[in-house]
């Protein structure tokens, strides 16, 4: 039987080029480019699909997630994803992947077109001109040589306008606190506080996200501290300046001029900065030149396509990449992470506290945050309905459970082994294993008691003191209840002390037969498990 192909919808204008991405890959792909438009028709077939590619004009609501019951992707054709609400699909386990690369010097010269569209009031002067005016005397410029830059977010886009200043005889001055001085001395530009590249810069040009840090970083205070007659570019987010306070500086003559391509309500139809004669805007055309558009369109089918098809997750802002050809070499770990997270869920009866998980030898060197997910997912799922790997670790952060991890070279008899501890309000219960040839995943310690035993449907465990008897008694139980053991797996920390027992039965073993296991002197736990 050959496997349902995925179904993808686009819901906003991509390039065709994705279509056709799409479809090679052997996804069905439904395009509707203006449904981003009507939100009550997308939440109304999103139940449909399997992925959703979108630019900005589609808003990903909780509501729509609720009703996106098979969503495993959303592929942003762009990078910034705030029009997506990335704790709700984080916690409906929907990988949320953007571009971040496809787009940023259309961005970035887009940012100087509109520097150099200020600096010469050429909207202003095509339109006078074009209304037969010849308004020569009018149109008095300033020159970009020798002027200071002022580049507020230096990171992809940020830098790319930081580089082509410097080629146009700019200084370029930087704030971000992340811009490392190496690399701002690769970039040829100074990196300064907020407060002196105000002061200083001649333009200021924004790209940085918008986050509650950077909402408003040009406020009215911000705005009162830059320098008499500074043009101001905005190419990022709206919201990064105040705009009703930067109409109040342009207004007064302390601002000389702004370009806007983004606003803080967009589409933008009625803003407090139209209408100013030194103010230039665009309909948030940051990205749209054709070579952008087919960039992001055809990184985000092939991005999507390789997860639906292959398990493989690239750039994606709410999960760890991993490579196709990383997928293979981690699903065999995933399965076994899953499954301690799963054997130490199952035994949890009391409140969760922390999780430690221990990568041991070669599998510390494969992507362990994917691994961590995992376990976490599997450890939760017994208390939780409809958690996975995506949404876990913040279901579990939520919940204030610490989550830790240890990475480090093999130092037992195994070439890989991971060791998860679980500590509850009550113990601390861990449980270590390993793959073997094959890839099939085995547990070979539990409470540090070693054991050898394969983990599946249906199990139980014993915990008990190592005395004579136990097994013969045992064995008779389960017969008498017409249970047949599949395999054994015994372990104890030695003679006489505290023995475990990992047995695989065929069927469900009759909770009279698990009563009557308890019964037996010196147990001291029965647990009926499944690892399906
Ligand atoms: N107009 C458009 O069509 C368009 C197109 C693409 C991107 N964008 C927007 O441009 C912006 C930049 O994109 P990018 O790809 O360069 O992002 P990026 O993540 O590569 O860079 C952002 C930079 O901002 C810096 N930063 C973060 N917080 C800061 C703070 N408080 N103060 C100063 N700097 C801070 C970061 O350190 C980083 O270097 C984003 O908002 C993105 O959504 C707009
Ligand atoms: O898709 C667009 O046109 C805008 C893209 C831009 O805002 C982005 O963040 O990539």
């Known amino acids: 039987m050959t496997a349902k192909a995925p179904r993808v919808l686009i819901s906003d204008a991509l390039s065709p080029a994705a279509v056709q991405i799409f479809r090679d890959r052997g996804v069905d792909v439904d395009f509707q480019p203006d449904l981003g438009k009507d939100k009550d028709r997308l939440a109304a077939i999103i139940g449909d699909y399997d992925g959703l590619a979108i630019r900005s004009a589609t808003k990903v609501t909780a509501k729509i997630l609720e009703n996106a019951k098979n969503l495993k992707v959303i592929g942003r054709a762009g990078i910034g994803v705030d029009n997506v609400d990335i704790p709700a699909a984080s916690s409906r386990g929907v990988i949320v992947m953007n571009t971040p690369f496809g787009n940023s010097i259309t961005t970035a010269e887009h940012a100087i077109a509109l520097m150099f569209a200020l600096a010469r009031e050429i909207p202003a002067a095509d339109a006078s001109t074009q209304a037969g005016k010849w308004e020569k005397n009018r149109f008095m410029g300033v020159e970009i040589t020798g002027k200071t830059l002022g580049v507020i977010g230096c990171g992809n886009i940020g830098a790319i306008v930081a580089e082509r200043g410097v080629g146009l005889r700019m200084k370029v001055i930087a704030y971000d606190p992340f811009l490392s001085p ?20 001649d333009f200021i040009t924004l790209h940085t996200p918008l986050t509650d840090k950077t909402r408003n970083i040009l406020s009215a205070e911000a705005l009162a501290k830059a320098k008499k007659g ?48 030194n103010v230039v805007c665009t309909p948030h055309l940051g990205a749209a030149t054709t070579e952008a558009q087919e960039n992001v369109a055809l990184q985000v089918a092939e991005q999507m396509s390789d997860y639906l098809l292959r398990g493989a997750i690239q750039n994606a802002v709410n999960f760890p990449s991993i490579t196709a050809e990383e997928a293979p070499k981690l699903k065999p770990f995933i399965e076994l992470a899953e499954k301690l997270g799963s054997f130490a869920g199952q035994l949890t009866e009391t409140g969760l506290k922390s999780v430690h998980i221990t990568y041991e030898g070669a599998v510390a060197g494969l992507k362990v945050k994917a691994l961590t997910a995992s376990a976490i997912a599997g450890l939760l799922r017994p208390m939780l309905q409809d958690v996975n790997v995506v949404s876990a670790p913040s279901i579990a952060r939520e919940r204030g459970v610490v989550i830790e991890e240890t990475i480090r070279e093999a130092e037992g008899e195994y070439d890989a082994l991971i060791t998860l501890s679980v500590t509850t309000d009550t113990q601390t219960r861990s449980v270590a294993g390993t793959v073997f040839a094959g890839g099939r995943p ?25 005395k004579p008897g136990f097994i013969g008694r045992f064995a008779s139980i389960l017969g008498e209840a017409g249970v047949n053991i599949a395999t054994f797996a015994l372990g104890r920390d030695r003679p006489g002390g505290s023995a475990i027992a990992l047995v695989e039965v065929d069927g469900v073993v009759p909770e009279k037969a698990i009563a009557a296991v308890k019964d037996i002197a010196g147990v001291k736990q029965v647990k009926s498990l499944s690892f399906a």
């Not at 190496?182 to 810069?201: C, F, I, M, N, P």
């Not at 109409?247 to 000389?256: E, I, M, T």
């Open 442 to 466: 085995r547990i070979v310690a539990i409470k540090e008691i070693k054991v050898d035993a394969e983990l599946a449907p249906s199990m139980l465990y014993v915990s008990n003191e190592d």
């Open 230 to 277: 500074v043009r101001i570019i905005n190419c990022a987010r709206g919201g990064l300046v105040d705009e009703a306070a930067l109409r109040a500086a342009l207004d007064s003559g302390h601002v000389a001029g702004a370009a806007f391509d983004v606003f803080v309500e967009e589409p933008a139809k009625d803003n407090v900065l139209f209408g100013h004669p």
């Open 182 to 201: 190496e690399r701002a001395l690769d970039l040829g530009v100074e990196k300064v506080e907020l407060d002196e590249l105000l002061q200083r810069a």
